[in-house]
């Protein structure tokens, strides 16, 4: 079995942590982490699978790392690869943007043939607009996280999409296999 990739740009660390703890779920026999300030076109070409983790910034802006990457990102031929996107925002001091930039690279990496999966409900937020919200589906397209304003929820939400994206990704062991956590 081939590993998933997981990139992630992070400035003060939280997109950092969500990502280790979804490896620490998924298994690091399974995912390989690269903060996405340290790769190339090719690192992300040579996965199938992939999991892209971007913050959004201010007011709706991408984070720095995946900024300078972006024409980069545009680049990738994404045909016939498979990603999962999640993404962290503030749904009360940013309600107008909540989860932009996940919804951006969402927007860019579909153009470029990506197959997403990890689509998630977007019931039990609160924000005004996002970039992410699938129109009239009620569900992002990825998993979004909220470190400033619903911390106490983010264990569980990474539990339940993990095991989903288990599924969704076909790992040995489908959802069984991931490894519950309450960090």
Same mark, same amino acid.
């Given at each position: 079995?081939?590993?998933?990739?997981?990139?992630?740009?992070?400035?003060?660390?939280?997109?950092?942590?969500?990502?280790?703890?979804?490896?620490?779920?998924?298994?690091?026999?399974?995912?390989?982490?690269?903060?996405?300030?340290?790769?190339?076109?090719?690192?992300?070409? +040579?996965?199938?699978?992939?999991?892209?983790?971007?913050?959004?910034?201010?007011?709706?802006?991408?984070?720095?790392?995946?900024?300078?990457?972006?024409?980069?990102?545009?680049?990738?031929?994404?045909?016939?690869?498979?990603?999962?996107?999640?993404?962290?925002?503030?749904?009360? $001091?940013? &309600?107008?943007?909540?989860?932009?930039?996940? +919804?951006?690279?969402?927007?860019?990496?579909?153009?470029?043939?990506?197959?997403?999966? $990890?689509?998630?409900?977007?019931?039990?937020?609160?924000?005004?607009?996002?970039?992410?919200?699938? #129109? &009239?589906?009620?569900?992002?397209?990825?998993?979004?996280?909220?470190?400033?304003?619903?911390?106490?929820?983010? #264990?569980?939400?990474?539990?339940?999409?993990?095991?989903?994206?288990?599924?969704?990704?076909?790992?040995? $062991?489908? #959802?069984?296999?991931?490894?519950?956590?309450?960090?």
């Amino acid at each position: 079995m081939s590993k998933i990739g997981l990139f992630f740009g992070s400035d003060e660390g939280n997109t950092e942590a969500v990502a280790q703890r979804i490896v620490a779920r998924l298994g690091e026999d399974r995912v390989d982490l690269h903060d996405i300030a340290d790769v190339t076109q090719l690192e992300i070409e +040579g996965y199938q699978q992939l999991i892209f983790g971007i913050p959004t910034w201010d007011f709706g802006q991408i984070q720095s790392d995946w900024e300078e990457f972006w024409e980069d990102v545009q680049q990738i031929d994404f045909s016939g690869k498979t990603v999962a996107l999640f993404g962290l925002g503030d749904q009360f $001091g940013y &309600g107008d943007y909540f989860l932009d930039a996940m +919804g951006m690279l969402h927007d860019v990496i579909v153009q470029r043939g990506a197959t997403i999966i $990890g689509q998630w409900p977007t019931e039990g937020y609160e924000f005004d607009a996002s970039k992410a919200e699938i #129109a &009239g589906e009620g569900r992002f397209v990825g998993l979004g996280i909220d470190e400033d304003q619903q911390e106490e929820l983010t #264990a569980d939400r990474l539990n339940r999409w993990c095991r989903q994206i288990a599924e969704e990704f076909a790992l040995p $062991g489908g #959802a069984d296999s991931v490894v519950e956590l309450e960090d």
